[in-house]
């Protein structure tokens, strides 16, 4: 994330601006016995995707942008949910723009 990002929040990004787009691959280590309510608070997070579970607590995950909030700043809610032991990013990738629906399939 360049310094610029970190002091404009995405709503408030330059009109006409080329956009950018993150996505980060993160590895949760959660405590076994809060796992059921880390997945439960990752789920309602906007731009969170939980993609691998194991059970002694880790989890590998997707964070993207989202129109209102980078993806780093998702990323520090991680770490802020009950239950989370650490968060780390082993995965970024940042574009111009999003992949369009033809580039995904």
Not at 42 to 67: F, P, S, W
């Amino acid at each position: 994330m360049s310094l610029s990002q970190q002091s404009i929040p995405k709503s408030e990004a330059a009109p006409g601006a080329p956009q950018e787009f993150n996505i980060c691959g993160i590895l949760v280590q959660a405590r076994p016995e809060r796992q059921a309510a880390v997945e439960a608070a990752l789920a309602c997070m906007a731009g969170v995707e939980i993609h691998e579970k194991a059970e002694d607590g880790r989890l590998v995950i997707t964070v993207e942008d989202t129109k209102d909030i980078w993806a780093s700043e998702t990323l520090a809610g991680v770490h802020k949910i009950e239950g989370v032991i650490a968060a780390s990013l082993v995965y970024h990738h940042r574009d111009s723009e999003p992949p369009s629906e033809e580039q995904q399939s």
